[in-house]
């Protein structure tokens, strides 16, 4: 009997492991549903941990979707900033990873928190990425209108350059 209960022990030490907190990929899912229920802290928390479970490998299968995660997490709580930077960082060393679809909806989530200077700025390095991007330009016209409404002269100048404001 207790060589049954020694031999048991181990299993169920190891079994509560996986799958458990430390899990990036339960990680990344606990993270995009407290985005969906709008709780920016809690998926932050969420995406922070996974990355960190995952340490420097930006090559394990849950690195992209948590580092995205977390910078949706950033803009939607209001550190725009910084999602912006990692964001570029992102796109920049990891070309093609980063897709229009993702610059949209982080732009979009930096103009719901009236974010507007790092919301263009984003935006115009998604144009950049991706020209022919109808997601990003219908964009461009929204955060237009928005800043607008919010009257945020510096947006407008900015929106303007890239063509969305005048003429």
Do not use: W
Request: charged share 30%; net charge negative.
């Amino acid at each position: 009997m207790r060589r049954l209960a020694s031999l048991l022990l181990p299993v169920l030490l190891l079994s509560a492991s996986c799958g458990g907190p430390s899990d990036p990929a339960e990680l990344v899912k606990s993270g995009e549903r407290s985005l969906g229920s709008q709780d920016f802290a809690a998926a932050l928390r969420d995406f922070e941990t996974a990355l960190q479970a995952i340490g420097g490998d930006t090559s394990h299968t849950s690195y992209v979707r948590a580092k995205l995660g977390e910078i949706e997490a950033r803009a939607s709580a209001g550190d725009a900033a910084r999602a912006r930077t990692d964001l570029v960082a992102l796109a920049d060393a990891q070309p093609g990873t980063v897709s229009d679809a993702d610059f949209n909806r982080i732009v979009s989530r930096m103009g719901d928190t009236s974010k507007f200077r790092e919301a263009v700025a984003l935006l115009q390095k998604g144009l950049e990425l991706y020209p022919d991007s109808a997601h990003l330009d219908k964009l461009g016209k929204k955060l237009a209108a928005d800043a607008e409404k919010a009257d945020d002269p510096e947006a407008l100048e900015a929106l303007k350059g890239m063509g969305y404001v005048g003429e």
